[in-house]
Nanobody, 133 residues
Framework: QVQLVESGGGSVQAGESLRLSCTVS????????MGWFRQPPGSEREGLWE?????????????SYVESVKGRFNISKDSAKNILYLQMNSLKPDDAGTYYC?????????????????????WGQGTQVSVSS
């Protein structure tokens, strides 16, 4: 199990950028799938089932993205500092929501499209992103 703490959210205008950070601590093993999920505004009562994958990075360091953020978002990790990043450029109002950092040891499928939110994963507390048009 790992502990995840996000930071870097905020309110921006459409077209601007934000960089989210996720500091990782605990029993960090090489086999972790890590990534970012977005929970749309107003869906918090639905719990993690409404969280949508945004970007993931597999244990070998290969990134993946959902179609809607390709070319605009970049996921990376600093293994020395145990920090996961999500650089978000050209933000759109549809990108708004609560962004959660997630980690799963030996995930069956570690890619942004197929890696589904579940209680088996470790989660951060979330950071809010608001984008106005």
């Amino acid at each position: 199990q790992v502990q995840l703490v996000e930071s870097g959210g905020g309110s921006v205008q459409a077209g601007e950028s934000l960089r989210l950070s996720c500091t990782v601590s605990g029993n960090i093993y090489k086999g972790y799938c890590m990534g970012w999920f977005r929970q749309p505004p107003g869906s918090e009562r639905e719990g993690l089932w409404e969280r949508e994958g945004v970007a993931a990075i597999d244990p070998d360091g290969s990134p993946s993205y959902v179609e809607s953020v390709k070319g605009r978002f970049n996921i990376s990790k600093d293994s020395a500092k145990n920090i996961l990043y999500l650089q978000m450029n050209s933000l759109k109002p549809d990108d708004a929501g609560t962004y959660y950092c997630a980690a799963e040891l030996e995930a069956r499928r570690c890619d942004a499209v197929h890696w589904m939110a579940s209680h088996l994963m470790d989660w951060g507390q979330g950071t809010q992103v608001s984008v106005s048009s």
